[in-house]
């Protein structure tokens, strides 16, 4: 951290502030000590604000790289595996071989749930969406688990974000399963990661499942590429609620309602929706002024991004993914057509290059989803079992930190001044 300052000059004061330099990235102004001076900050939807320092994630938006505790998201998403990628965000570091064997077994034996929670889905309407489903059952799950909930206890939190990561495919599966009206599948141990998830997904008891090597590799990459993302929004939510000493476990369910809107992780579902309701090519046009008309609210759902202002790297992986995945199916899906031909026709249109408007992660990963054969309610249901571990790596560094404080943003208040009031003659 160099000891340069700023120096900002107002109402005839001169207020010094400190300037912090990161490993990379923008330097920031620290203005903690503003408020001794009469003045806040002001930055609805925090455009230039740093809310914590961190060491899990680098982005730079203006490049399109993505770094996970240093390692470029391109060479993981080809070389390591999931369990790798959690790995490293919870501990900092890529696992030694051993350390990569022990991590797995832990996980794979905390895979199943308390039976107890089987129940909770009898109350849920068969045609419940499986956000709300997963949002629900995510947080009872303090209900079940007490003897990790001392959050000051390193070993404690770790064992809860084991928990979390082992647990979501298996809840996931649920919300999917109850939505069909099939049985619940349990876990199998001597499956991997991604192989447990499809075999929970879309086994059934009157027959074998044969998982396709290419689906399981596809449904991996997935889950890497939506692993963490620096302090988005839901990652946000999950910061701040876990600064209030709350429970992983609520903490979590709040970064799944966080990431459910469309503009967040709801995107991927809503960009499929968009691509079928656009459905053939000659109809882009029409769509593409719709996003274009201040008047009009639709925007291209997968693309545009708050920090890229260039191509989104996992979108990039995602797309060669997409089409790996649909050749090794033998599936030609139009709406890979039409998502080709969007991506060609936005990305030479004057209002989204002036915009710096380019495909993020979501553009391309409802049509793997898709040949998959998942459904597009679960999109956002495999974004938050993927950003589980992203959530609870800074949710444990936050509480990490000896200076770690409540989050309490303030304000700039314009309502009515001060006035008495005028009760109601009774
Ligand atoms: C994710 O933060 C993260 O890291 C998130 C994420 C992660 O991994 O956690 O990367 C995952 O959420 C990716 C983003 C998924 N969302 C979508 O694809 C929804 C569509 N995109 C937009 O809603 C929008 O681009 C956002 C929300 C992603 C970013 O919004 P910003 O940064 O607040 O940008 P903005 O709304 O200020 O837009 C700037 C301009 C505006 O036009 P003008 O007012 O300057 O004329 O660009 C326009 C916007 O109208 N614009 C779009 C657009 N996105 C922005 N116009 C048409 N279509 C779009 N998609």
Redesign the pocket.
């Known amino acids: 951290m160099a000891d340069r300052k700023a120096t900002l000059q107002v109402d005839g004061n001169s207020i010094e502030l400190p300037i912090l330099t990161g490993t990379a990235g923008y330097d920031v102004i620290d203005v903690r000590t503003l408020g001794k001076h009469g003045y806040f900050t002001f930055d609805p939807?925090f455009l230039a604000t740093g809310a914590c320092e961190s060491k899990i994630t680098y982005i730079d938006g203006d490049k399109g790289i993505l770094l996970h505790r240093g390692y470029p998201i391109e060479q993981l998403a080809l070389e390591a595996d999931y369990l790798e990628v959690c790995y490293m965000l919870i501990h900092g570091e890529a696992a030694t071989a051993e350390e990569y064997q022990a991590f797995r077994s832990t996980i794979t034996n905390h895979t199943m749930v308390h039976q107890g929670l089987y129940n909770f889905f009898n109350g849920f309407r068969r045609d419940s969406h499986p956000m709300a489903m997963l949002c629900a059952v995510t947080g009872a799950l303090s209900s079940f688990y007490h003897d990790d909930l001392n959050i000051n206890d390193p070993k404690q939190r770790v064992r809860s974000a084991y928990r979390l990561v082992a647990k979501m495919p298996t809840i996931a599966a649920m919300c999917y399963k109850h939505s069909i009206g099939q049985p619940f599948v349990y876990p199998q141990n001597k499956l991997s990661y991604s192989e447990n998830f499809l075999n929970m997904m879309f086994s059934v008891p009157a027959e074998d499942y044969v998982i396709s090597p290419t689906i399981a590799n596809a449904m991996d990459r997935i889950f890497i590429l939506?692993a963490d993302?620096?302090q988005?929004?839901?990652?946000s939510t999950v910061r701040l609620a876990g600064s209030s000493g709350a429970n992983p476990y609520a903490c979590i369910a709040a970064g799944v309602a966080s990431l459910w809107g469309?503009?967040?992780?709801g995107?991927n579902e809503?960009?499929l929706n968009m691509l079928e309701e656009i459905g053939t090519v000659d109809r882009i046009p029409e769509f593409i002024a719709k996003?274009?008309d201040?008047d009009d609210p639709f925007?291209?759902?997968?693309?545009?991004?708050?920090?890229y202002k260039n191509f989104?790297p996992r979108a990039t992986v995602m797309r060669d993914t997409c089409h790996e995945v649909l050749n090794e199916l033998n599936i030609s899906d139009p709406l890979l057509d039409v998502a080709m031909e969007l991506e060609r026709i936005a990305l030479e249109d004057e209002y989204f290059i002036e915009?710096q408007?380019y495909p993020?992660?979501?553009f391309y990963s409802g049509i793997i989803l898709k040949a998959i054969g998942i459904p597009t309610s679960m999109f956002t249901v495999i974004f938050a079992l993927s950003?589980t571990v992203g959530w609870i790596s800074h949710w444990h560094e936050m509480l990490s930190e000896d200076s770690q404080r409540i989050g309490r943003p303030r304000q700039l208040y314009t309502g009515e001044a001060q006035r008495d009031f005028a009760p109601i003659k009774k």
């Open positions: 939807g939506h993302h620096e988005n929004a839901s990652t469309p503009a967040h992780g995107a809503a960009c996003a274009k201040k925007r291209l759902m997968g693309f545009g991004h708050r920090v989104d915009r408007l993020n992660v979501d950003r």
